[in-house]
């Protein structure tokens, strides 16, 4: 059975930090560009951040360049987004994508919520 399971989010300050992991089961994400989205209520959702299969090269939406790393642990099968300097407006719900040519599989969802 196909799964991606999102994981770390929860409720942080302005200015702290949170590191999300998406583990992947039933497939290999060596296969596949993985990739973070997020949607905030009322919005559209949004992608912050994209990952090759090597992890050779990654792009981010800016307006999270130089606070969000993505990452991928092909080994643990695992994908993660560190997420620093967290502002109001990162509040969503953070998603993880796996992406090939045939296939595109969401997880179901990590909620991270930035507030004083």
């Given at each position: 059975?196909?799964?991606?399971v999102?994981?770390?989010?929860?409720?942080?300050?302005?200015?702290g930090s949170?590191?999300?992991?998406?583990?992947?089961?039933g497939?290999?994400?060596?296969?596949?560009a993985?990739?973070w989205?997020?949607?905030?209520?009322g919005?559209?959702?949004?992608?912050?951040?994209?990952i090759?299969?090597t992890?050779g090269?990654?792009?981010?939406?800016?307006?999270?360049?130089?606070r969000?790393?993505?990452?991928?642990?092909?080994?643990k099968?695992?994908?993660y987004l560190?997420?620093n300097?967290?502002?109001?407006?990162?509040?969503?719900?953070?998603y993880?994508?796996?992406?090939?040519?045939?296939?595109n599989?969401?997880?179901?969802?990590t909620?991270?919520?930035?507030s004083?």
């Amino acid at each position: 059975q196909v799964q991606l399971v999102e994981s770390g989010g929860g409720l942080v300050e302005p200015g702290g930090s949170l590191r999300l992991s998406c583990a992947a089961s039933g497939f290999s994400v060596s296969r596949y560009a993985m990739r973070w989205h997020r949607q905030a209520p009322g919005k559209e959702r949004e992608l912050v951040a994209t990952i090759t299969n090597t992890g050779g090269n990654t792009n981010y939406a800016d307006s999270v360049k130089g606070r969000f790393t993505i990452s991928r642990d092909n080994a643990k099968n695992t994908v993660y987004l560190q997420m620093n300097s967290l502002k109001p407006e990162d509040t969503a719900v953070y998603y993880c994508n796996a992406l090939s040519v045939f296939q595109n599989y969401w997880g179901q969802g990590t909620q991270v919520t930035v507030s004083s």
